[in-house]
């Protein structure tokens, strides 16, 4: 198992900042391509930002620009960097693993749940306008 960890959700006003980390147990998570999802109310799991076992990153168009992926091998943890929120970027925020970068390579990117083995439990953001 990889258990991941999320933490960082809040509530903030349309236009503010958030930082989620998500903290990874295991040692070998550093080849693994990693990525966060979303699932708002009433919404489909939506694929946010992946990051992979080279680093690197890959967006979804509803958060180009405005949020950052980014990794610290040293601390088994990834960030998301959410800047400019808006209310639509609220949802459950969800950590994954994928160990597919263990067959396929560092440079492996996975985007689509399936892809994923592991996931955390979430953390909610929610944006007030």
């Known amino acids: 198992q990889v258990p991941l960890v999320e933490s960082g959700g809040d509530s903030v006003q349309a236009g503010g900042s958030l930082r989620l980390s998500c903290a990874a147990s295991r040692d070998t998570y550093s080849v693994y391509c990693m990525a966060w999802f979303r699932q708002g109310p009433g919404k489909e799991r939506e694929w946010v930002a992946s990051?992979?076992?080279?680093?690197?990153?890959y967006y979804g168009d509803s958060v180009k620009g405005r949020f950052t992926i980014a990794r610290d091998d040293a601390k088994n943890t990834v960030t998301l960097a959410m800047n400019s929120l808006k209310p639509e970027d609220t949802a459950m925020y969800y950590c994954?693993?994928?160990?597919?970068?263990?067959?396929?390579?560092?440079?492996?990117?996975?985007?689509?749940?399936?892809?994923?083995?592991?996931w955390g439990q979430g953390t909610q953001v929610t944006v007030s306008s």
């Open positions: 994954t693993a994928s160990e597919m970068s263990v067959y396929s390579g560092d440079d492996y990117v996975a985007t689509a749940p399936w892809e994923f083995n592991y």
């Open positions: 990051i992979s076992g080279d680093g690197s990153t």
